[in-house]
């Protein structure tokens, strides 16, 4: 990262001239590049219908003559996810469709997309010759990373009728043991020898598993004979492939109305429930998004993205369904994170669907190396980002500027130098983040808001507005309304409540949880969110409040954690943090996992020595760290009671691993709590 602009720190000459004909020639700039133009007015992103709901829709929906949703594929020849392999087929002349790599030396390696379709029907064949019935309610297992085989896997189901349901490594077994049990499946599907051993803890004398299926072998002995006395039985990927390949059947799509996927949602807390999600919900919710951004950045034959996160989730398989349709190429990650930019690098994907964690590392990388280079550096680079800002600001994106040729293409480089739109969802970004994103990188930032029982994407910024600070507008695909929230004092009377969707893109309900489906949908058909929201003068929607995850103070002040970690994160020694209150407190305290590189940094200009553990414990950086979160909670609004008052210094990142974080990278709220409850009893103490 110390080379985002190492050619003008070393070249300081240029620089300065650089700098010195930009001041004097404005029209260079601009280069006669015309702003984008919008879906509809930036003023009016939303419409309020007639009644007492305040309930709003799009504006593309032909709302004045009673059009509130729309309820249909992007294509007639396209109704179910099995058919965008055969769109995406014919419109990229059957060109890449999935793409792999066994290293980093490696280049990516490519099946066409009448491979892809050849395999499905294959592995989807040699289901049905292993005695699956051609069903939805024929549950199919998968456990494994990111990989060409879940997709095959995924649509010989959808081709044969049945439903892929993901486990996930950080589930746990008894969330595992609970979703094997519920949906009934028979096959697992999992990528490596390693996991055998964790199904062997797993599945017990009642469990329905007579088959698992390992991609990657060869298959312990060991192993086989202990699954064998259990009587089930593992074979190789490539062995099931040849017998679908010997006794070929003809496929049985789904229609709209079927079962494309159970997803269990990863929750913070408890077992997780199985969202039923049908093949019209993942339909309709890609026509409202083709419909916010075609002609602008929505995607096609020519578009390339990298895989990684996890496809066990809505999102992923919904950008995958929407690349299939359009024919673009999907190549997948090494399966270390640690490689991931080196992946990035070497696929350059165009469509850049990420998570605010790795783009605010990208930011304060850059930002870091900016500000620890030479006054010239500093200079040039606050000057060139103020220029493109201004180009932002007028809606004009773009990456072929002086600016971008002289300091951005380094930092476009970060993610391959091609990516020319960047869909960040999961968790809030921060507007310096969203606007360093779309000056730095010169690409449509776009940020959806969701959730797995909507399809992932219920809002989305639309393409042109600079404006940052929200979530955008509803998608053609729903309506949304704002809920009252007494208790909170949110009224949506005033703009202001509980956010609720409707529309066909809403799941079937929670699989054999019916009370659970109750609790999520109301009488009237709208799916509760827990989030709180209001509307924005402009028709977007911003997100200011949490109903889950919101405990009161013993002075009755209510405290939104997740919003506090988001400012907290934003602070140089801060990678993570966790926010505990109690009602029977008055204050907060926080766990909280320094920016090691930041840390050895601060520690280097302080005198301080020893290795990123040992600086963990030294109450010097205990209070350089609450010295930050004083002045930077203040400056950014936070109230006294929202700053807390004691921390503890933890030297290991919350990850997915150590079961301190969901697959979406969201804090495991009462885990950790239990984690750290001797800390947390601790810090209370004095206070």
Known sequence: MAQVIEYLAEHPVVAVAATAAALGTTAMMFGGQQPVKPPFSLSQQSVELPGPEHVHVSPLCDYKNGQHVVDEPCYAEVPTCYETLLHGMKVSGDGPCLGWRTSSEAPFQWMSYSQVQAHSLSLGSALMERGCTPSNSTNIGIFSQNRPEWVIMDRACIAFSMVAVALYDTLGNEACEHIIGITQMSIIFIDKAAKLKILLGILNESSTVKLIVLMDGPIPDEMKMDFEK??????????????????????????????????????????????????????????????????????????THLSYLPLAHQYERLVLYCLMQQGARIGFFQGDIKKLLDDVQALKPTVFPSVPRLLNRIYDKVLTSVNSGSWIKRALFNFAFNKKKAEVESGIIRNNSMWDKLIFNKIQALLGGNVRWIITGSAPLSTDVIMFLRVAFGCVVSEGYGQTECTACATLTAPGDASAGHVGAPIPSCMIKLADVPDMNYFAENNKGEVCFKGPILFKGYLKQPEKTKEAIDEDGWLHSGDVGEWLPNGTLKIIDRKKHIFKLSQGEYVAPERLESVYTQLPLVAQA????????????????????????YASKNNLSGSFKELCKLKGVKAAILNQIVTHGKEAGLKGFELTKDIHIHDELFSAENGLLTPTFKNKRATIADYFKDQITEMYRPL
């Open 230 to 303: 259990r009587e089930i039985e593992i074979i190789l990927y490539q062995d099931l492939m040849e017998i679908g390949n010997n006794n070929p059947h003809e496929p049985k799509p789904p229609s709209k109305d079927d079962t494309c996927s159970i997803c269990f949602t990863s929750g913070t807390t408890g077992i997780p429930k199985g969202a039923i999600m049908t093949h019209n919900n993942f339909m309709t919710d890609i026509k409202g998004l083709e419909m916010f951004s075609e002609g602008i950045c929505w995607m096609d034959e020519h578009d």
């Open 578 to 601: 966790f926010i505990f209150g109690d009602s029977l407190k008055s204050c907060l305290v926080a766990i909280i996992v320094p920016d090691e590189e930041e840390l050895k940094k």
